[in-house]
């Protein structure tokens, strides 16, 4: 699906999931409204920046909406609690073995298409 939406999305043990509907120009929207990245909480715990592409975008508020990089279009909503956000990162063992999604801390399986 990845390929398709051409969000640029990241996965890994470092990559959260986010409320968005980034998708290559001039795809239409899908109702698959989330995309996973790569972020990282500011040791203040104030910003999460975001990873997309080769571009950083950075949460300054909780459910600040952010424009899409050069490339893609759509929108990402910040989470609505940094505190939250940035200390419940919950990891699952072996990553899922790359078979799925980890969502609190819980393997979410993507299974055998």
Not at 32 to 52: A, D, E, P, Q, T
Request: with cysteine.
């Amino acid at each position: 699906m990845n390929a398709k939406l051409n969000a640029l999305e990241r996965g890994g043990s470092s990559s959260r999931c986010f409320a968005s509907d980034f998708r290559q120009q001039g795809l239409n929207k899908t109702s698959l409204n989330n995309r996973c990245y790569i972020s990282v909480c500011s040791s203040s715990g104030k910003f999460i920046y975001i990873m997309v592409g080769s571009f950083v975008l950075i949460c300054r508020t909780p459910g600040q909406k952010l424009n899409s990089p050069p490339g893609i279009e759509g929108g990402l909503t910040c989470p609505s609690s940094f505190d939250n956000y940035c200390q419940s990162k919950k990891t699952c063992p072996y990553h899922c073995n790359k078979n799925g999604a980890c969502i609190d801390g819980k393997c979410l399986c993507t299974g055998a298409l």
